[in-house]
């Protein structure tokens, strides 16, 4: 697919991966549909439109089934048919298995699973009409082998692949391609406040000896997006930390 043009909506796109994700779609000539639970600043847009695409903003929660719906209405309006949906947004609440209370779990689920489902149902339909589409769902290195403390975040991202592996078979006759990315340990706001410890132990189990960037990630999502036969599919970008024989 050409990107040129094409309309890319990036869910949990105001900051880190999701945010590099946009910016580097917009670098490609993509219009940008940047998202949110909460209203996002102006600064971000004007980053995205100073390579000469367009860009807008749309808010609310994609755990919602109507609220999905609204924002991908509103998204059309604002930039016309969504060809390549990023489903990036996700949250982690860390905890011991013996002292997650169920809200705990549910919470994760909700967000990462439950609305990856909900967006990817309604931009799906709309595909299906074009006969062409892109759908990228960001899962996680954990999602492949678990984690201690992250019951809940490793099951939702297991979810997210073989929900990818489903949705890949049923949109392949329309030309909808769906894969999934699965980052290890990227630098971001959230790797930053690790202790130097705890980042020490990570790099050791990494083959490449590193935290990957939000550029690592982002450049596999325009891969994908461009790659028409590459479907149902697991891209790791881990720096080998899942290496699997």
Excluded at 106 to 124: D, P, R, Y
Excluded at 180 to 194: D, Q, R
Aim: glycine share 10%; net charge neutral.
């Amino acid at each position: 697919m050409d990107l040129h043009n094409k309309n890319v909506f990036v869910t949990g796109s105001s900051r880190g991966i999701g945010y590099t994700i946009a910016e580097t779609f917009a670098k490609e000539g993509a219009n940008i549909i940047l998202n949110g639970r909460k209203e996002i600043d102006q600064s971000l847009i004007d980053g995205i439109t100073q390579y000469g695409v367009t860009c807008a903003a749309v808010n609310g929660d994609i755990a919602d089934f109507e609220q999905a719906g609204q924002m991908l209405a509103e998204a059309e309006a604002a930039i016309g048919p969504i060809h390549i949906l990023v489903n990036n947004a996700g949250i982690t609440n860390d905890k011991l298995l013996l002292r997650m209370k169920p809200e705990d779990f549910e919470s994760v689920i909700k967000i990462n699973l439950t609305g990856t489902f909900n967006m990817t149902q309604h931009a799906i339909k709309k595909m299906m009409k074009l006969r062409e589409g892109r759908i990228i769902n960001l899962t996680s290195v954990v999602g492949l082998t678990g984690n201690i403390g992250q019951a809940n975040y490793a099951a939702s991202k297991a979810g997210v692949i073989g929900f990818t592996k489903s949705a890949a078979r049923e949109g392949a006759a329309r030309g909808i391609t769906v894969n999934a990315i699965a980052p290890g340990f990227i630098e971001t706001e959230m790797t930053a406040v690790l202790s130097d410890k705890v980042k020490e132990q990570s790099i050791a189990v990494i083959p490449l000896q590193r935290f990957g960037s939000t550029e690592d990630v982002a450049h596999a999502a325009v891969f994908l997006a461009k790659s028409p036969y590459i479907t149902g599919q697991v891209l790791s970008v881990d720096g080998g930390m899942a290496m699997q024989g």
